[in-house]
């Protein structure tokens, strides 16, 4: 049992190397001029600012909440080419996606995100047959070169070696294919630890509360940081809308009179507890166009996701009871009624997908990224999909090249000089990271247990090596925060004093995976609590 009541004392004192604090990196963002000023800390925002940092610009980015703390820690977990839409004809799409995966996956970030084999069930009188899957699934694979094996059919029989929870009535063939999964979470904070290691300035939960404007233009913004309450402001040549759900109510601050430019999808999300082992996540065709997922991640089972307009405040969208009746009927398509027992869910979460405005189905709707530049001057980017961040970063940086009047510094390295596949910090081999940390972890505490090696190892790759360093230089450090999840204590003081985590929910919801588990009690809260507030 881990030993809860010798926390609070842990941990008190901020680690060597650790972050500035809060004051600090208010007073150099006030001070500071910077070229571009990134307002919102979700994916598209974070890649964006890493790319400008990478091509030598002063670069600051700030959020109103926690990094990835909305749509970007709400989606599927997929890094995947999009099957789907091959349908519409979109070959070059699924082809330059699959480029992305497999960079990110392989190159960038082989530490987060982990090969998945895909089962796409084929059941009497569903909407696809079992040759025109087959060769579906032939031709996704043929486009990312046979990188992941060549996408063919087997037998329901031998899928449910791999996926004993496969319901197998009227089961006709399976679909084989390859994608990847990662933490979306943990990708986002790694690729913030990049931009800043790249020399861009960070501060989460500071919110913007109006523009600056110079000459009618917009020369940066105010804000206030919610942890503290300090007011404050930031300078800078150019502004850039990276606020996703909210990029219309920025846009509104610049221009009350701007139209709407997006609309807003949301896609809900449960997670449960496993019944049996899954060797491989099903990908089950709904209706001509959308398919359900079942997906193993962090030893439980994701299913999600839905499609509906939402026209909601971003702010109050969440899981309702309509959401989770339609996912579970969705899923007992292709999943047995004992893996979907309403006991089993642990947590669910909704994500708002950013549009283009416009008329159609949402569930038909490009994942596109749209760039707009406002009546003065401040650039507004929404749109894309997770496994094509980097992209998504480049191709702001484009557009930023090619504003008028020159590029934003005299000596902006053009982003065709970058390095195409610049890895994540922490990047290493996680088997050969688990492994090391088996043999050395628990040097000279205890032994390190092996499904926490193995954790650490694919959140943090490398960087294992220093949480592992804090448990033995304190072994209370490495008590398991719960007993049912493979995390550590020292997890938490190194979000703490690396990672940017000033809340309980930046602790035990982004950072680590209790919330997710259903295990963030509320003991455990008090304790992560007071491990934050010991910092300051």
Do not use: C
Not at 115 to 128: A, D, Q, S
Not at 247 to 268: F, Q, T, Y
Not at 289 to 299: G, H, K, N, S, V
């Amino acid at each position: 049992m881990t030993t809860l009541q010798s926390v609070p004392a842990l941990g008190t004192h901020p680690a060597a190397g650790s972050l500035p604090s809060r004051a600090e990196t208010q007073e150099q963002l006030s001070k500071a001029t910077y070229d571009l000023l990134v307002i919102g800390g979700g994916i598209l925002g974070i890649s964006t600012a890493w790319h400008a940092a990478q091509s030598g610009l002063r670069v600051a980015l700030v959020d109103a909440g926690d990094f990835a703390g909305a749509t970007s820690s709400a989606s599927s977990k997929l890094l995947h080419g999009g099957l789907r839409y091959l349908q519409t004809g979109a070959v070059k799409l699924v082809a330059e996606n699959h480029f992305e995966r497999r960079a990110v996956s392989r190159q960038v970030a082989p530490h987060l995100a982990n090969p998945l084999t895909f089962y796409l069930p084929v059941y009497k009188g569903g909407p696809h047959g079992a040759a025109k899957l087959g060769a579906g699934v032939f031709a996704y694979s043929a486009l990312s070169a046979f990188g992941d094996g060549v996408g063919h059919v087997i037998s329901g029989n031998k899928a449910q070696r791999d996926v004993p929870e496969l319901r197998t009535e009227g089961l006709k063939a399976v679909a084989v294919y390859g994608d990847d999964q990662m933490n979306d979470s943990r990708m986002a904070l790694m690729t913030v630890r990049a931009a800043v290691e790249s020399g861009a300035t960070v501060l989460n939960h500071a919110e913007v509360t109006g523009l600056r404007f110079t000459k009618g233009r917009v020369t940066g913004a105010e804000l206030k940081d919610r942890m503290d309450g300090t007011e404050f402001g930031v300078t800078a040549r150019l502004v850039l809308n990276a606020t996703g759900p909210w990029v219309d109510h920025l846009r509104r601050m610049e221009n009350p009179d701007a139209a709407p430019s997006i609309r807003l999808s949301k896609g809900a999300h449960l997670v449960l507890k496993r019944t049996s082992p899954w060797k491989a996540a099903l990908a089950t065709p709904i209706d001509k166009y959308r398919i359900t997922f079942a997906l193993p991640w962090e030893d439980m089972l994701l299913l999600g996701t839905t499609d509906e307009v939402y026209e909601g405040d971003p702010a109050d969208v969440a899981v309702n009871e309509k959401d989770t009746a339609q996912i579970l009927d969705e899923a007992a398509f292709s999943i047995r009624d004992q893996q979907l027992s309403r006991d089993l869910i642990t947590y669910s979460f909704a994500g708002l997908r950013v549009l283009p405005g416009g008329p159609g189905d949402t569930s038909k709707a490009k994942r596109e990224t749209v760039v707009t530049e406002g009546r003065a001057g401040m650039l507004s980017v929404a749109g894309g999909k997770w496994t094509t961040f980097r992209h998504i970063g480049r191709t702001v940086m484009n557009k930023l090249a090619a504003l008028p009047g020159g590029p934003l510094a005299d000596d902006m390295e053009p982003i065709s000089r970058l390095p195409k596949k610049l890895p994540l910090p922490g990047i290493a081999n996680p088997n050969a990271v688990a492994h090391r940390l088996l043999v050395d972890g628990g040097t000279p505490g205890p032994r390190m247990a092996a499904d926490t090696a193995r954790h650490l190892a694919t959140h943090y790759g490398s960087l294992s090596f220093d949480i592992a360093r804090l448990a033995n230089d304190d072994p209370a450090l490495g008590a398991r925060i719960h007993p049912d999840a493979p995390e550590i204590w020292a997890q938490v003081v190194y979000a703490r004093d690396h990672e940017w985590a000033e809340t309980a929910d930046d602790v035990l919801r982004r950072r680590t995976t209790l919330t997710i588990r259903g295990l963030a009690t509320d003991e455990i809260r008090e304790k992560v609590d007071k491990l934050l507030v010991d910092k300051h």
